[in-house]
């Protein structure tokens, strides 16, 4: 008998990290790292899913009520219906044309149809035993093709394209395979140089991440220039010339003061300008792309969806493509981008970090390395070293690389007494502080 | 003493519009037009602010919940303080970066923010004893120039070319506004052309519209090729070739189908085709344009923002622009686009139809024409003739024009009866149906 969903709760978790200035950048100077999660229960009473989006403080309510929204659509699904035509059932969710409409397949529409989408991968990979990247590695090419809804990107890539792609890549996964059994996927560290540390934090955590093994650090930028240029010298300073700078200011500029800012940080020599503008803003990308290279342009952890993500492809505007495996519509979305990123030769390096980013995100990169792109080539995973011990199976990172996970589903899964004690505005964290807090 | 706002209330109101057909189109077969109303109250006793976003059923709820997450940051402020600086103010709620995390700038938290915004200028319009247009219109154009956030589009118009602009219109205003005075604004209509209309529906609206003085006419296309052909040649047939057909497949075509679908439809010889794919894809309508001018491209009430509007403006992907009021951020990015409009030269159209968006988006075509574009060439609003009897002040629309709206505010104060009476879930129109209505 095929399990079948019967219920379908909301949660919403907030950590009180803007008490130590984890987390800021220019344009988000005190995020508490949230998480709307959607918990799905089915008639196999051992067989509970775990999806989550991720959210930086006030507005996840907002979040959990729109997950509740998707109830209607997913109580009394089967899962091989589901299993049988991924896309479709993706369709039926993100097309529900009343519930578009807030979008279209953006905001928070569909940032929780992430979670409930995510939920459900989690029961399908559980069911079948697997961790998530063994799940999707283990589906054929046409199955693979079969998750995707297609919808507005067929000027760029085509089911048939995307098959063809997927069967070239066929040879040598299972070698490629044992490569990320032996070594890990690379990583790059963002927790060093947040924007609210002082020198000598900034200083005493770049000592230790290269003492645990980083060679890629990730700092963020969009202040003052003067205080901007100041503490990437210090960083540079740090790391040395033989590891790998990337800089980071959260949207903040004008097109042309992106341009002018990025020449005025090169002597810094950064891999990559991260989010230096609007992320919708597709031709200010490539004008900033075609104005600052060698430095590569990276954005996408606010791209909404695929349209987006074709569009930056199409006009050359992205050297590193950040999806988010929760911002995005969830697996079917993610495995759309990655077929679009491989069709452009795009290296993928996904946004992780807040929490639970990390846990889910590895599971695409190493997807993406066996089935898509099959290449690991300017290709590394975001982390930061912040609250993975909420979680029932967190990350195991290593001298700067990711371990495979083992643990069968999506990986988000919180534990119950994490839930319950970070629960806003009734947990205890939260009630201590008088909830309302600002 | 200036009023300090007090009170943010929420309200989710629902139309059964679905069980008639009304409103049907390619995508959104089954639309419930409902709105979510931001009312504010304030230390005036006499005076209250009432805005709202407009949705098409479930998922109402959502938007009532992000209303209410605005609430911290309006209460307690004061008006004089906003109508100094409303750029600033406008940015101070937009711009938390809490909740601008779950958009950014897009989605149900823009939504929310168009209610909410939209509320404060009923406010500050209200207090003036002036219709929306004519608190606008009475603004310097220093003044204009302050209620805009340029970020992320000084690449396409800066503050200085903005101020210039306003002061070229600024001739001749008083003239321009004794002919709408006279003439009213001109308009098209939509509500002949629903795709869930059967023929002799369809012949018999055209007809009651022409009789009624209707020169201009949208239907709604996207379904099957043939049948689309069949609808536009009947609507055709009834309306002459002395009179202008407009067609609207709401986004469901991709770029090439669009490409072809258009083709096929050309011996109806139509002035635009609108949405003719994904709102998001920029290049997608450039490409679209490019191919099937003389036929214009006409899209916007689904452009979350003034960088996705910046951008079509940019590619020379529309032909007709159609923001719209309540998607959006509120009235001062809507400012902000009718600028960028009037730098490109592109005629703004408003999306209307719905509930309460004829209301409200008359006043911005009037103030584009009295201060912005100065012009009316290519210029009409959309009118849907629906719903609009549950409105304190419903637009007046004589011989297919405009009148220009007298009543003081932004036009959307709903009729105490009808928030109580269409209430959801608990309104008795809602109940009656058992409320958990699919």
């Known amino acids: ?18 008490d130590f200035g984890d987390g800021s950048d220019a344009m988000n100077p005190d995020p508490d790292y949230s998480a709307a999660f959607a918990i799905l229960k089915t008639s196999d ?9 991720f959210t930086i403080g006030r507005g996840t309510e907002i979040c959990t009520r729109a997950i509740e929204a998707f109830a209607p659509l997913l109580v009394g699904r089967d899962l091989d219906d589901i299993e049988a035509d991924p896309g479709a059932f993706w369709r039926s969710l993100a097309g529900d044309s009343q519930l578009r409409w807030l979008g279209p397949e953006k905001g928070v529409v569909h940032l929780a149809l992430a979670a409930v989408v995510n939920a459900v991968w989690d029961l399908l990979a559980r069911r079948a035993g697997k961790p998530l990247w063994r799940y999707l590695s283990d589906l054929s090419p046409d199955q693979i093709v079969r998750c995707v809804d297609f919808r507005h990107i067929t000027d760029a890539i085509t089911p048939a394209r995307a098959r063809e792609l997927l069967e070239e890549r066929a040879p040598g996964r299972a070698e490629r395979q044992r490569e990320l059994e032996r070594d890990g996927y690379p990583a790059y560290l963002t927790s060093a140089g947040w924007i609210g540390y002082d020198e000598e934090t900034l200083r005493q955590r770049c000592r230790e991440a290269i003492e645990a093994g980083w060679s890629h650090f990730k700092v963020k930028v969009g202040a003052d220039p003067a205080d901007d240029l100041r503490r990437c010298r210090i960083v540079r300073e740090e ?20 341009i002018e800012a990025v020449g005025a940080l090169a002597e810094v020599d950064p891999l990559w300008i991260e989010e230096p ?11 900033i792309a075609r104005a600052v290279r060698p430095v590569g342009v990276a954005t996408g952890e606010h791209c909404a969806n695929r349209v987006l993500f074709k569009q930056l492809l199409q006009a050359d505007a992205i050297d590193y493509l ?3 495996g929760c911002r995005l519509g969830g697996v079917n979305e993610v495995i759309a981008v990655l077929l679009l990123a491989a069709e452009f030769d795009v290296p993928v390096c996904p946004h992780a970090g807040g929490v639970g980013l990390c846990e889910h995100v590895q599971h695409f990169s190493v997807f993406d390395y066996l089935c898509v792109s099959g290449r690991l080539e300017g290709r590394m995973i975001e982390f930061a070293d912040h609250l993975h011990e909420h979680f029932v199976a967190p990350v195991r990172v290593e001298r700067g690389r990711y371990r495979l996970p083992q643990a069968a589903g999506y990986g988000v899964e919180m534990k119950a007494e994490s839930l319950a004690r970070f629960a806003w505005p009734d947990g205890p964290v939260w009630r201590e502080r008088g909830s309302g807090r600002p």
């Open 239 to 258: 790391i040395g010339h033989e590891r790998v700078l990337m800089l980071d200011p959260n949207q903040v500029w004008e097109v042309d003061q992106a």
């Open 277 to 287: 503008t609007s992320p919708d803003d597709v031709l200010g990308h490539a004008r």
């Open 45 to 53: 009473e051992g067989l509970t899913g775990h999806g989550m989006t």
């Open 322 to 324: 950040q999806l988010d």
């Open 1 to 18: 008998m095929s399990p079948r969903i019967l219920e379908l709760t909301a949660h919403d978790v907030r950590f009180p990290t803007s």
